[in-house]
């Protein structure tokens, strides 16, 4: 049995679509509350957990910091710390985030982290958490993710262009915007695995080819067959409470030589939740 923390999320709403996975809210298990999460799993015995809950309100961290801290660095601890007690092997959900978004070369898993903001730094801090538990564990970060669920920067885009017909979107942040489907569908594949004995680490599963949020929403508004202007800007001039990073390119060669999991195309990807979103 797969244990899934985050039931209403973007990932997890995927992997439970996906496969028979018991999935927790917030109710079954509060990440606030971290003893409730390691009870809970203790409570179940699952033969593989998943983490794909987080605190992601990226600019209202930066006033909750603690709250921040508690979500995604103290329950993953908790969580990571039972599942070695138990011998389960513990699937972790990171971020883009944990880098300074310098240069413009994709971030390998070893490149040194230095987060910008409370949410990077509060995912590096469970990052590392994960590892010290000491059990079997594998940490996929991923980028700009998006899907047919929940809150994200496609169904943003396809709001505004309901009654807007021009935008202004940043040009220069760059990363892969990233299915959630195709999380999902890795970190399945990952799961199955671990409980065969193979070891983890820390990964990279991001889409390719990188690009802009400007060309995003751009693919976006093509996909949808609306016709949206859309003037690239700097980030200088879309001001936000957290710094996001400028360069989020991330290398997932250690994913696909030790798992066989490819990026995903995310055109394509993008091309599917657009017509399903518009039924």
């Given amino acids: 049995m797969i244990l899934v923390f985050g039931k209403t999320g973007q990932i997890?709403?995927?992997?439970?679509?996906?496969?028979?996975?018991?999935?927790?809210?917030?109710?079954?298990a509060d990440l606030s509350d971290p003893?409730?999460?390691?009870?809970?799993?203790?409570?179940?015995r699952p033969d593989v957990v998943i983490n794909a809950a987080a605190y992601t309100a990226v600019d209202r961290a930066e006033e909750e910091p603690d709250l921040a801290q508690m979500i995604n660095a103290q329950a993953p601890a908790?969580?990571?710390?039972?599942?070695?007690?138990?011998?389960?092997?513990?699937?972790?959900?990171?971020?883009?985030?944990?880098?300074?978004?310098?240069?413009?070369?994709?971030?390998?898993?070893?490149?040194?982290?230095?987060?910008?903001?409370?949410?990077?730094?509060?995912?590096?801090?469970?990052?590392?958490?994960?590892?010290?538990a000491g059990g079997a564990y594998a940490i996929l970060r991923t980028s700009w993710v998006?899907?047919?669920h929940g809150n994200n920067f496609v169904k943003t885009m396809l709001r505004l262009s309901e009654t807007r017909d021009a935008l202004s979107v940043v040009d220069d942040q760059i990363g892969g915007p990233t299915p959630a489907a195709g999380i999902a569908a890795a970190l399945l594949d990952m799961a199955r695995a671990m409980r065969t004995g193979q070891s983890g680490g820390t990964y990279h599963y991001a889409g390719t080819p990188s690009t802009?949020?400007?060309?995003?929403?751009?693919?976006?508004?093509?996909?949808?067959?609306?016709?949206?202007?859309?003037?690239?800007?700097?980030?200088?001039d879309y001001?936000?409470?957290?710094?996001?990073?400028?360069?989020?390119?991330?290398?997932?060669?250690?994913?696909?030589?030790?798992?066989?999991?490819?990026?995903?195309?995310?055109?394509?990807?993008?091309?599917?939740?657009?017509?399903?979103?518009?039924?």
């Fill in 12 to 28: 997890a709403t995927e992997l439970q679509l996906q496969a028979d996975v018991t999935a927790l809210d917030r109710h079954a």
């Fill in 35 to 44: 003893a409730s999460c390691a009870a809970a799993i203790r409570e179940h």
């Fill in 78 to 132: 908790a969580m990571a710390q039972a599942c070695a007690d138990l011998g389960i092997p513990f699937l972790h959900v990171s971020t883009d985030y944990v880098f300074d978004g310098s240069g413009t070369d994709p971030w390998q898993v070893n490149d040194p982290i230095a987060p910008l903001s409370v949410y990077g730094r509060t995912k590096a801090a469970g990052e590392e958490a994960v590892r010290e």
């Fill in 146 to 148: 998006f899907s047919a």
């Fill in 212 to 236: 802009s949020w400007k060309c995003f929403a751009r693919e976006t508004f093509a996909a949808a067959g609306r016709k949206v202007d859309v003037t690239g800007i700097p980030t200088c």
């Fill in 239 to 279: 001001p936000t409470p957290a710094t996001r990073p400028l360069n989020s390119r991330l290398d997932c060669s250690a994913l696909e030589s030790d798992f066989g999991i490819s990026p995903p195309i995310w055109k394509a990807n993008l091309a599917q939740i657009v017509r399903k979103l518009l039924l």
